[in-house]
Nanobody
Framework: QVQLVESGGGLVQAGGSLRLSCAAS????????MGWFRQDPEKERYFVAT????????EYADSVKGRFTISRDNAKNTVYLQMNSLKPEDTAVYYC?????????????????????WGQGTQVTVSS
């Protein structure tokens, strides 16, 4: 079992920044590919960003490229999402997810269906 706990959400004005954190416990963190997803009310959960086990490879949704940065600290069992130049359309509940991986260390995953564990989510609200 893996437990994921997100933090760092809140209310921010358009153009502002937030940094989300996701602390993991339960298994060796560097065995997991990590991802961030977001979900609007009554909508699907969409991919935002992912990072490989080593942290050397990342991928982003087109809507956040150049504004968001995903990173991880394997010594602290934590993954981060730095969000800059926030827009009202970024408003959503943000979820951290982990996927146990035996693939090459550069591997990352953009499909939510392949993730094994999810956090409870943290609300991000961007006012115009």
């Amino acid at each position: 079992q893996v437990q994921l706990v997100e933090s760092g959400g809140g209310l921010v004005q358009a153009g502002g920044s937030l940094r989300l954190s996701c602390a993991a416990s339960g298994r060796t963190f560097d065995q997991f590919v990590m991802g961030w997803f977001r979900q609007d009310p009554e909508k699907e959960r969409y991919f935002v960003a992912t990072i490989s086990r080593s942290g050397g490879n990342t991928e982003y949704a087109d809507s956040v490229k150049g504004r968001f940065t995903i990173s991880r600290d394997n010594a602290k069992n934590t993954v981060y999402l730095q969000m800059n130049s926030l827009k009202p359309e970024d408003t959503a509940v943000y979820y951290c997810a982990s996927m146990l991986s035996t693939f090459r260390e550069t591997y990352y995953e953009t499909s939510r269906r392949n993730y094994d564990y999810w956090g409870q989510g943290t609300q991000v609200t961007v006012s115009s």
